[in-house]
């Protein structure tokens, strides 16, 4: 479905990505995992055309899409929920979604009420502003608005990011039941936990390249990719980390700096 090739995307002399290539599969959930500042959210805006490579290719059904503009890449069928969030704030809940909404030839495509029916929440929420909404209602409707689009394939960027365990559980739960419905994702994430829970197959980055690759059962028995690249400490290592792990569901690095986005 999707396959990155080499890559290399810089932001004016600053090289980014170093020869990134990776696929996701229809039907498959991939996470892109790394510390950040690594290249993670610079991958995912290379293949939406924000900021595309000076070099390399990639190709969405067997068709490149490389230099194209955003909003073809997008109406070919990848869609976006972009780190941050991003939701129009001045904008109710149900005008954050009807404005994104997108006819295409799908079997089952999502309407409005599909997407009620998956975030009763935002049902409730329906009238309010974004400026209203909770951070994780906010990365509801986010989601709900990549869906509307009525894509092929989400990229996710950092779902999970800045909320509270218990939310970031609901929103796992949610991208596994989009994940069951059989929907193709490539989700980025430092929340080990969370992505592993959901992914079929795994790439970790640093430093703009590809030092990983995987299934999630060969990932999870590498604690030296894990504490090297990521800084989760895997208990019963002895390989030191320079991250800590809390036992809780968020084990992600601290002390890096956000990346580009």
């Known amino acids: ?8 995307t810089y932001y004016g002399e600053s090289y980014a990505l170093q020869g990134v290539s990776l696929k996701v599969e229809s039907n498959q959930v991939v996470a892109l995992l790394g510390r950040n500042g690594m290249g993670k959210t610079t991958t995912i805006r290379s293949i ?9 290719r990639i190709l969405f059904n067997g068709e490149e899409t490389t230099h194209l503009r955003p909003f073809t890449i997008a109406k070919r ?12 704030p001045s904008l109710s809940v149900q005008e954050n979604l009807t404005v994104s909404s997108r006819e295409r030839r799908k079997s089952n495509p999502w309407t409005l009420d599909r997407v009620y029916g998956l975030f009763p929440i935002l049902k409730e929420r329906a009238k309010n502003t974004g400026t209203t909404l909770s951070g994780g209602e906010q990365q ?9 689009t009525n894509a092929d394939l ?9 909320l509270a365990p218990l939310i970031v559980r609901e929103i ?17 994430e430092q929340n080990v936990a969370m992505a592993t829970r959901i992914a079929d197959y795994v790439y970790v980055i640093s430093n703009g390249h590809i030092v990983f690759e995987g299934d999630v059962s060969t990932f999870n028995a ?7 690249f990521i800084g989760v400490q ?21 002390g890096e700096q956000s990346e580009r986005s």
């Open 234 to 254: 895997v208990a019963g290592s002895s390989v030191g980390s320079t991250g800590s792990n809390s036992g809780t569901e968020q084990q992600t690095p601290s």
């Open 1 to 8: 479905m999707l396959e990155v090739d080499d890559i290399h």
């Open 140 to 148: 509801m409707l986010a989601i709900a608005r990549a869906l509307m």
């Open 154 to 162: 989400l990229l996710m960027d950092e779902p999970s990011e800045g």
């Open 48 to 56: 939406i055309g924000f900021q595309p490579p000076r070099r390399g």
């Open 172 to 188: 796992g739960d949610l991208i596994l039941t989009l994940k069951q419905e059989g929907l193709s994702m490539l989700l980025v």
């Open 222 to 228: 590498d604690a030296t990719v894990q504490e090297q």
């Open 77 to 88: 069928g990848i869609g976006l929920v972009p780190q941050g969030r991003r939701i129009f």
